[in-house]
């Protein structure tokens, strides 16, 4: 917008005028972003593996296939809670569900 007063000619105005316009937008999109990043990463809904070792199901059930097996001492995300479960995904990528009480919040 400061190109807008320093040059005279008309049309040069109106660019930079847009310019200005289209970076004042950009900058109030990445600010929006950020702090929705920021608030994501900050949230405290992360877990540590306690059992020695606990197998992860595809779904909220004793009966449901395995998905994968960790190990104590990992850490992961909570992703969502039904009954007495929890829905996790470790750093790799990896979701499944395992029971509440094999692990502690962090």
Same mark, same amino acid.
């Given at each position: 917008i400061a190109l807008y007063f320093f040059f005279r000619n008309v049309?040069?105005?109106k660019y930079a005028f847009i310019f200005g316009i289209l970076n004042i937008a950009a900058l109030v999109f990445t600010v929006i972003f950020f702090f929705a990043s920021l608030e994501?990463?900050?949230s405290n809904d992360y877990g540590i593996l306690l059992?020695?070792?606990t197998t992860a199901k595809i779904s909220p059930d004793k009966s449901s296939n395995d998905a994968f097996v +960790?190990?104590?001492g +990992? *850490?992961?995300k909570i992703e969502d809670e039904v009954n007495n479960w929890v *829905? +996790? *995904?470790l750093s790799d990528g990896k979701i499944g569900w +395992?029971?509440?009480n094999t692990f502690d919040i962090i």
């Open positions: 049309q040069i105005q994501r990463e900050s059992s020695s070792v +960790i190990h104590e +990992i *850490k992961f *829905k +996790i *995904k +395992i029971p509440t």
